[in-house]
């Protein structure tokens, strides 16, 4: 392993610290430098699908996903304005397309512990904290980076570059590629409360709520005791400053809104969020690459953002590894942009997308139409087959090994 190819990759989230776990399985060197000291554990991403699941079980952490995440088996939409439920999705339909017919709720702070533990016991797998990367310089044989560290300056030189730096990407910056898109003009508003929607209100752990007013996404995660903590995010409808939006007197209304009855929620966290669509222009420039949400971003509904982030990371890991072995030319890992990229346009963009429109769409006439088409599918059991293999990016992977 001391000869084989050194990857340098900057970012130790989700997305980061699995590319590197599926690097250093392939037995190149991998060296991890990441800014902050710990991984913060606000509320982001939590849904790990069907797909993404049959990649976390081959690099081994699957078992510990599921331990420490909440098995969701079924998701549903419904029409907020009648409180009526107009779809329920059943993933027990996947059981002959996959071992795991469900999605799990893992947090993704717990993902990166479990990621960066099973990252300890590769000798050829390092992650530094502490270590902000300030300068990229590129060159026709490696890399090297300059970091900032609590010492002073230190610097790094590997045989390439991957960057999993988030949507501000340095990295992608220092490539020169664009990130093309847009910035919703609305906020978001996320918190959490321990209130059990499931037991109290009969709702699924995951849940979509359409309304031309005001809609909402509602699922669960386990949270740090296992006890369960429900998300809930819904679009700030006003000017109002942060902090009114986030006060406990908005917030209390807020729910309240969306679910009277309750003397008193418990809310745990807040936050304000903005949501974006945006993809790079390309994936790959010479020995650099891009991965998770510095290669694209989207908004939550659907949970696809950090499946195709570990997407990315485990064709990049196969493809360098072929590279390493001789078993392929460096050509091929121009296959990384072909294939990633369209696939993230395809099946997380236009989703993503389609989703969020479904929640809040105005016009009645087709407001109407999509909530009716939601039950057509569900109806139809072939249809819901396919609906849920492309909802859990099954039929993406399947689609991917196509594109040479």
Same mark, same amino acid.
């Given at each position: 392993?001391?000869?084989?190819?050194?990857? #340098? #990759?900057?970012?130790?989230?989700?997305?980061?610290?699995?590319?590197?776990?599926?690097? &250093?399985?392939?037995? +190149?060197?991998?060296?991890?430098?990441?800014? $902050?000291?710990?991984?913060?554990?606000?509320?982001?991403?939590?849904?790990?699908?069907?797909?993404?699941?049959?990649?976390?079980?081959? +690099?081994?952490?699957?078992?510990?996903? *599921?331990?420490?995440?909440?098995?969701?088996?079924?998701?549903?939409?419904?029409?907020r304005t009648n409180n009526? #439920? =107009?779809?329920?999705?059943?993933?027990?339909?996947?059981?002959?397309?996959?071992?795991?017919?469900?999605? =799990?709720?893992?947090?993704?702070?717990?993902?990166?512990?479990?990621?960066?533990?099973? +990252?300890?016991?590769?000798?050829?797998?390092?992650?530094?904290?502490?270590?902000?990367?300030?300068?990229?310089?590129?060159?026709?044989?490696?890399?090297?980076?300059?970091?900032?560290?609590?010492?002073?300056?230190?610097?790094?030189?590997?045989?390439?570059? =991957?960057?999993? $730096?988030?949507?501000?990407? +340095?990295?992608?910056?220092?490539?020169?590629?664009?990130?093309?898109?847009?910035?919703? &003009?609305?906020?978001?508003?996320?918190?959490?409360?321990?209130?059990?929607?499931?037991?109290?209100?009969?709702?699924?752990?995951?849940n979509y709520f359409s309304?031309?007013?005001?809609?909402?996404?509602?699922?669960?995660?386990?949270?740090?005791?296992?006890?369960?903590?429900?998300?809930?995010?819904?679009?700030?409808?006003?000017?109002?400053?942060?902090?009114?939006?986030?006060?406990?007197?908005?917030?209390?209304?807020?729910?309240?809104?969306?679910?009277?009855?309750?003397?008193?929620?418990?809310?745990?966290?807040?936050?304000?969020?903005?949501?974006?669509?945006?993809?790079?222009?390309?994936?790959?420039?010479?020995?650099?690459?891009?991965?998770? $949400?510095?290669?694209?971003?989207?908004?939550?509904?659907?949970?696809?953002g950090m499946n195709s982030?570990?997407?990315?990371?485990?064709?990049?890991?196969?493809?360098?590894?072929?590279?390493?072995?001789?078993?392929?030319?460096?050509? *091929?890992? $121009?296959?990384?942009?072909?294939?990633?990229?369209?696939?993230?346009?395809?099946?997380?963009?236009?989703?993503?997308?389609?989703?969020?429109?479904?929640?809040?769409?105005?016009?009645?006439?087709?407001?109407?139409?999509?909530?009716?088409?939601?039950?057509? *599918?569900?109806?139809?059991?072939?249809?819901?087959?396919?609906?849920?293999?492309?909802?859990?990016?099954?039929?993406? =992977?399947?689609?991917?090994?196509? *594109?040479?």
């Open positions: 392993m001391a000869g084989s190819p050194h990857v #340098l #990759l900057i970012g130790a989230g989700p997305v980061g610290t699995v590319t590197a776990l599926a690097i &250093a399985q392939k037995g +190149l060197r991998v060296t991890v430098l990441e800014t $902050d000291a710990v991984y913060d554990e606000k509320p982001r991403a939590a849904t790990t699908h069907a797909s993404t699941l049959e990649m976390l079980r081959d +690099l081994g952490i699957v078992d510990e996903v *599921i331990r420490q995440g909440l098995v969701s088996s079924r998701f549903q939409h419904w029409d009526q #439920l =107009v779809a329920e999705f059943d993933y027990s339909l996947l059981r002959d397309e996959t071992p795991f017919p469900y999605a =799990v709720q893992c947090e993704s702070h717990k993902l990166v512990a479990i990621a960066e533990a099973k +990252l300890r016991e590769y000798p050829n797998a390092k992650v530094l904290r502490g270590h902000e990367v300030i300068e990229i310089h590129p060159g026709t044989d490696s890399v090297r980076l300059v970091c900032a560290t609590a010492e002073g300056r230190a610097e790094f030189t590997g045989d390439y570059l =991957v960057g999993t $730096d988030g949507a501000r990407s +340095l990295v992608r910056k220092t490539m020169g590629v664009g990130f093309e898109g847009y910035t919703f &003009a609305e906020r978001f508003v996320g918190m959490t409360t321990p209130f059990d929607f499931e037991a109290g209100r009969g709702y699924s752990n995951r309304d031309p007013d005001r809609w909402l996404m509602l699922f669960k995660v386990a949270g740090n005791d296992m006890r369960g903590l429900w998300r809930v995010i819904s679009p700030a409808t006003t000017e109002q400053p942060d902090e009114e939006v986030l006060s406990e007197e908005s917030l209390q209304q807020r729910m309240q809104y969306f679910f009277p009855g309750a003397d008193r929620y418990d809310i745990h966290y807040r936050g304000v969020y903005r949501f974006h669509q945006r993809v790079a222009s390309c994936f790959r420039a010479g020995r650099i690459f891009l991965a998770g $949400d510095a290669a694209h971003v989207n908004n939550p509904a659907g949970g696809l982030g570990v997407h990315d990371g485990v064709e990049l890991a196969e493809l360098l590894s072929l590279v390493t072995e001789g078993k392929a030319g460096p050509e *091929i890992l $121009d296959r990384y942009d072909r294939r990633r990229r369209p696939l993230n346009v395809e099946f997380v963009q236009e989703q993503t997308v389609s989703n969020k429109n479904r929640l809040e769409e105005r016009d009645p006439a087709v407001r109407k139409e999509r909530l009716d088409e939601l039950r057509r *599918i569900a109806a139809d059991p072939e249809r819901t087959r396919k609906f849920l293999l492309r909802a859990s990016l099954i039929a993406s =992977v399947r689609k991917g090994r196509t *594109i040479e």
